[in-house]
């Protein structure tokens, strides 16, 4: 079973209402849980079974105006830490998979943060993940083999949180006449 991240919602604190926040809630963190709930309970009768929670870098790096998303991914990440609890020791295993930007998701430019400018440049591969890139990890991830993984919260970004700028060589240092 695979349940994918929250639905992407962009407004500022100001801005949310109840309305917003309660459908925030049942679309991300509730609807993970009502999953999590029917497949760990089928999975654990029938003695094995793996939940995916397929999510977004955002439950590490907010982008601003857009906390209902990020609270709604850091929910479901620590909903698998504990489902991995409850249902773990009766064979069912659970795993938390942060995935990167791609080509094809939604814009979420904000003037807060820049992590939306520039993506695929920011990628060491200096290009997006290709569609379908995450596949070997999720098949990695089912069979029992796995399972010293289970529970685990896996960040499969291409790279992207970990991306500090180009750095300029030792040669390029000393042609500016700068120290490296």
Known sequence: MI???????????????????????????????????????LFREKGGGVIIYLNSIHAEKPVGRGFLFSAGCAAVQALQREANQDYGPRGVRT??????????????????????????????????????????????????????????DLRADGGLTMYYGWRRGAEDAAADGRRT
Not at 3 to 30: C, I, K, N, S, Y
Not at 100 to 121: E, K, N, R
């Open 3 to 41: 349940h994918p991240a929250p639905p992407l919602f962009t407004r500022g604190f100001e801005d949310v209402t109840e309305e917003d926040f309660a459908r925030a809630a049942d679309d991300g963190p509730v609807a993970a849980w009502c999953v999590t709930k029917v497949f760990g309970g």
């Open 95 to 152: 795993y938390f998979v942060q995935r990167g930007i791609s080509a094809d998701d939604p814009d979420a430019a904000s003037d807060v943060s820049a992590q939306y400018f520039g993506v695929a440049q920011r990628y060491p591969s200096r290009r997006y993940p290709e569609r379908g890139s995450l596949n070997g990890l999720l098949d990695f991830l089912t069979p029992p083999e796995a399972a010293p993984l289970m529970g685990a």
